[in-house]
């Protein structure tokens, strides 16, 4: 396993998982203010047509490189 990296890193394309490991999407957008260290969520892209759909910062868990996994499933995130 990789060691985790700080939100600064995440970029636009890095896979998004739940809790379980389950595929959720693709980073879409890093929501936040970097000067001020604030991190807000994520925009997740579920599909081609699909409109992101927003996460919020309290539900991100471990960051690596090129992974977002969340604190919650896909069910519990309403990603069904």
């Known amino acids: 396993m990789a060691d985790p990296v700080s939100w600064f890193l995440i970029e636009p394309g890095w896979d998004v998982v739940d809790s379980t490991g389950k595929e959720l999407g693709r980073v879409h957008q890093v929501l ?10 994520l925009e997740v892209e579920t599909g081609i047509l699909g409109k992101p759909q927003y996460v919020p910062a309290e539900q991100v868990g471990t960051i690596v490189e090129g992974r977002v996994q969340m604190e919650q499933t896909a069910a519990e995130l309403g990603f069904d």
């Open 32 to 41: 936040g203010d970097p000067d001020a260290d604030i991190f807000d969520g």
